[in-house]
């Protein structure tokens, strides 16, 4: 069974996300936008699937069911596929760094502008490339 309203709830609040990302930019969290684009860009992927009645399971990197759910996705976003899939992974990688650190990291210090510069376009990107895709009938 299928809620139908979740995924267009999920896709709305990846956008009020992208919107708290622009704040981080601006406070020069640099750690928190990386760990925020990359629940952004999760929730959003999650909303893609669940739109086209892909049962979504509880991780963080839905990549694989991109990959073997292809055809089920909308056509508009087929294409997209492969970047969408490079995305999630490389943001996955820095999902607990970015956030807990370790004892030899400090995230505050680890992370650049560069670095959430480059997470926020991808989650810019991820977010409008779904975003059309559910849009079109």
């Not at 981080?24 to 909303?47: C, F, P």
């Not at 294409?79 to 990688?93: A, C, D, K, T």
């Not at 680890?110 to 376009?121: I, N, P, S």
């Amino acid at each position: 069974m299928f809620n139908d309203s979740l995924a267009m709830d999920y896709l709305k609040r990846a956008g009020h996300r992208l919107k708290a990302l622009e704040v981080l930019m601006e406070e020069q969290s640099w750690a928190d936008v990386v760990r925020e684009a990359q629940e952004l860009v999760e929730i959003t992927l999650k909303a893609l699937l669940r739109a086209a009645r892909i049962e979504v399971p509880r991780v963080h990197d839905v990549s694989p069911l991109l990959e073997q759910n292809r055809e089920m996705l909308p056509p508009g976003i087929r294409p997209r596929v492969e970047e969408l899939v490079r995305i999630s992974r490389f943001l996955r990688r820095d999902r607990e760094l970015a956030f807990y650190g370790s004892e030899d990291l400090t995230p505050s210090d680890f992370y650049t502008r560069e670095d959430a510069a480059t997470a926020l376009g991808y989650a810019r990107l991820v977010h409008g490339e779904v975003f059309k895709a559910m849009s079109k009938p």
